[in-house]
Each structure stands twice: as structure tokens, then as C-alpha cells.
């Protein structure tokens, strides 16, 4: 376990819908990344939080967007969402700049 | 940017010796890290190289030689339940507070008997 909880697990919706994603970094840490794995793909960075305030974007749809609120959970929102962004979204949290990166067990979003 | 190169697949013996290599081109480097990834499941943090040479951890040992941008993992007296990918990731020299991981697609490695 590594001490980052996301939720939901397992989560199947329908085109055009909109879902949000969370995730509680370990506690202590200040950074959060959110990392998209398609079927036989790299992890894609899309985002880092540190301490409430977005730090680095990747290659995220402008259909997405996070926060980080200030007990340091982190949420990801997907909107209009499209059969393609079916994958696993990870968060992942470190104590900042100078350790490994921790991983949740991810969400599986299904988009039918 | 970060460009990072591994191979898609390797297979290897139950007790034997594997090295998975990765090689990459950046912008910046601030480190190299190693996951292992079994299928549907987080990545978990094997290694992390920031000098040059070799680091030991067990079983798993990683190397790197930023000049060549160049990394390998070792595995020794591999075992069923090493079967699994193996991500390489670079890390951005931090900007600030800011410093995300850049990964490869992974490699694959099967263990057989």
C-alpha cells in the first residue's frame, strides 16, 4: 500500500458524460501528479499540483481540468468525454521535488 | 522535451539474469527512476539514479551514465513473479516547485520457466 487512495476504482459512463476523480496523496506529501495509461501505452503526464497551485501541465485536453484543495486531495474532472479517454487515470504524490513519486491504485474509466 | 527509448518486450528464465536498458534524450535531467508495473495494477518505485554508476537494491540493481543517456536495470536470480513491465523515467530539472516524471512506454518482461 502505498498511501495514495484513489476513487473510484472502477468507473464506466457514457459519452458525453462528465466524471471527477479523486485522490488523497500520503500523508505529508505536498505534490500531486496525475498520470493517464491507455491500453499498451506509457503513463502520460497531464498535471502537478504542489500546495494547492498548478505547477506543470502535459498533454491534457483542455476537456480536463484539476484542482488541489487544501487539505491536499487533488481531483481530476473529465468532461464531454469520448470512447478514447477510456484508460487508467493514476494519481501519484510526493513530499515535492526531491523524492520518488508514490502511486494510487488508479481509476479504470470505461467510456461507452 | 524528454524522449525515452526501452525495449517493448524481453523474455528471461526463472533464475537467470536480465538487463532491461533505456536510453534517452532531454532538454534537462534531474534523475532517472525505475517502476515495475504489473498489468491493471500502480506502478512501484524500484530505483533511482541522479549520479553516475551503479546503485544496488537486493535482487534489482540500476546504472546510469548521464554522458551516454543511457540506463540499465539488472535483475538477478529472477523469479515467476518478476513477469511484469518495467517503466524508465526521466525527471525535469525542477522549475520552482515543479518537476514531473517523464516515462517510456515500459518493457515487458516475461519470466519462464
Known amino acids: 500500500d502505498s498511501g495514495v487512495t484513489q476513487t473510484p476504482k472502477h468507473l464506466i459512463t457514457a459519452t458525453g458524460q462528465r466524471v471527477t476523480l479523486r485522490c488523497s496523496p500520503r500523508s505529508g506529501d505536498l505534490s500531486v501528479y496525475w498520470y493517464q495509461q491507455s491500453l499498451d501505452q506509457g503513463l502520460q503526464f497531464l498535471i502537478h499540483y504542489y500546495n494547492g497551485e498548478e505547477r506543470a501541465k502535459g498533454n491534457i485536453l483542455e476537456r480536463f481540468s484539476a484542482q488541489q484543495f487544501p487539505d491536499l486531495h487533488s481531483e481530476l474532472n473529465l468532461s464531454s468525454l469520448e470512447l478514447g479517454d477510456s484508460a487508467l487515470y493514476f494519481c501519484?504524490?510526493?513530499?515535492?521535488?526531491?523524492?520518488?513519486?508514490?502511486f494510487g491504485q488508479g481509476t479504470r474509466l470505461t467510456v461507452v | 522535451g524528454q524522449n525515452i527509448d526501452q525495449p517493448t518486450e524481453m523474455t528471461a528464465t526463472e533464475g537467470a539474469i536480465v538487463q532491461i536498458n533505456c536510453t534517452y534524450q532531454t532538454s534537462g535531467f534531474n534523475g532517472l527512476f525505475w517502476y515495475q508495473q504489473h498489468a491493471g495494477e500502480a506502478p512501484t518505485f524500484l530505483s533511482y539514479?541522479?549520479?553516475?554508476g551503479l546503485e544496488e537494491k537486493g535482487r534489482f540493481s540500476s546504472f546510469l551514465s548521464r554522458s551516454k543517456g543511457y540506463s540499465y536495470l539488472l535483475l538477478k536470480e529472477l523469479q515467476m513473479k518478476d513477469s511484469a513491465s518495467y517503466l524508465c523515467?526521466?525527471?525535469?530539472?525542477?522549475?520552482?516547485?515543479?518537476?514531473?516524471?517523464?516515462f517510456g512506454t515500459g518493457t515487458r518482461l516475461q519470466v519462464t520457466l
Open positions: 501519484a504524490s510526493s513530499v515535492g521535488q526531491g523524492s520518488e513519486a508514490f
Open positions: 539514479n541522479v549520479l553516475d
Open positions: 523515467a526521466v525527471r525535469d530539472p525542477p522549475t520552482g516547485t515543479a518537476s514531473k516524471l517523464t
